[in-house]
């Protein structure tokens, strides 16, 4: 079933998505060269101490050993934050959160540069935020999915990176990851039909070489097999009749 939220529902959430985007604001202060991943993890750990009954909604999901992912270069998404991986100059690193309130859930990613980065990360960052912001554009009530999916795939593919298949956006709400799947490639005119109170998480991962993706021994990193680098963003995203309305911004 279509997860429909209530205004209600979606004020508590557009309030939680305001928390979940300065957190991400706030992470570019650990994201430096010679901090471990672990240390982002603990800065949003402290972070999240100011505001009782809002929690981590990644922290055991699905047995996942964390509160946030860190993936660096050519890990796509779930990298799990260690004490001995280090950030270094010239990284790409994407963080992905979610946060948990009221029973209600929102989630959004950011893929930061570390220092001076070359100028193909510089091009795959920049395409990848404009991927997300195409899709955006769509998700207004009256378009389906296919229409975001194809909108993402169609800028994607023209700047000459790809799309990774493997994994999805999704409805969110009352649960993380709810009805519809949001791919980030499809046609025009398919799938679900969008409609007022429909929230989902749009979140292009993409490659600057292949789409293949391989996941690590610790059974939840996802890398591109041919170690090219990779990118994520994601916001969640409310269909309403005035228009797309961004929880995370
Ligand atoms: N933001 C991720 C997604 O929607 C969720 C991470 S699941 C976890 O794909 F298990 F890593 F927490
Ligand atoms: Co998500």
Same mark, same amino acid.
């Given at each position: 079933m279509v997860n429909i939220l209530t205004y209600e529902e979606i004020s508590i959430m557009k309030s939680i998505g305001g928390i979940a985007s300065a957190i991400l604001r706030q992470l570019k202060r650990v994201i430096?060269? #010679? /901090?471990s991943t672990k240390n982002i993890e603990l800065f949003f750990n402290r972070y999240l /101490?100011? !505001?009782?009954g809002i929690i981590s =909604?990644?922290? #055991? !999901?699905?047995? !996942?050993? =964390?509160s946030i992912c860190v993936s660096i270069n050519e890990e796509i998404i779930h990298g799990i934050p260690k004490k001995d991986k280090f950030i270094k100059q010239g990284d790409i690193v994407s963080v992905d959160l979610g946060l948990k309130y009221k029973g209600l859930f929102v989630d959004c990613a950011y893929t930061y540069p570390v220092g001076r980065i070359s100028s193909e990360a510089k091009k795959l960052i920049r395409v990848c935020w404009q991927a997300l912001k195409e899709g955006i554009k769509r =998700? $207004?009530? #009256?378009? $389906?999915?296919g229409d975001i999916g194809f909108a993402i795939q169609n800028y994607v593919e023209k700047n000459g990176f790809s799309v990774i298949r493997k994994f999805v956006g999704h409805g969110i709400g009352k649960a993380l990851h709810c009805y519809p799947e949001v791919p980030n490639f499809g046609r025009r005119g398919e799938g679900e039909l969008l409609t007022e109170g429909m929230v989902i998480a749009i979140e292009p991962m993409i490659s600057y070489g292949s789409s293949d993706v391989v996941i690590l021994d610790d059974g939840w990193t996802a890398k591109t097999r041919d170690d090219s680098l990779s990118c994520h963003f994601e916001h969640t995203v409310a269909i309403t009749s005035r228009g797309p309305w961004v929880i995370t911004r």
């Amino acid at each position: 079933m279509v997860n429909i939220l209530t205004y209600e529902e979606i004020s508590i959430m557009k309030s939680i998505g305001g928390i979940a985007s300065a957190i991400l604001r706030q992470l570019k202060r650990v994201i430096m060269p #010679g /901090e471990s991943t672990k240390n982002i993890e603990l800065f949003f750990n402290r972070y999240l /101490e100011k !505001y009782p009954g809002i929690i981590s =909604a990644f922290l #055991g !999901y699905n047995g !996942y050993p =964390a509160s946030i992912c860190v993936s660096i270069n050519e890990e796509i998404i779930h990298g799990i934050p260690k004490k001995d991986k280090f950030i270094k100059q010239g990284d790409i690193v994407s963080v992905d959160l979610g946060l948990k309130y009221k029973g209600l859930f929102v989630d959004c990613a950011y893929t930061y540069p570390v220092g001076r980065i070359s100028s193909e990360a510089k091009k795959l960052i920049r395409v990848c935020w404009q991927a997300l912001k195409e899709g955006i554009k769509r =998700a $207004r009530v #009256g378009f $389906r999915i296919g229409d975001i999916g194809f909108a993402i795939q169609n800028y994607v593919e023209k700047n000459g990176f790809s799309v990774i298949r493997k994994f999805v956006g999704h409805g969110i709400g009352k649960a993380l990851h709810c009805y519809p799947e949001v791919p980030n490639f499809g046609r025009r005119g398919e799938g679900e039909l969008l409609t007022e109170g429909m929230v989902i998480a749009i979140e292009p991962m993409i490659s600057y070489g292949s789409s293949d993706v391989v996941i690590l021994d610790d059974g939840w990193t996802a890398k591109t097999r041919d170690d090219s680098l990779s990118c994520h963003f994601e916001h969640t995203v409310a269909i309403t009749s005035r228009g797309p309305w961004v929880i995370t911004r």
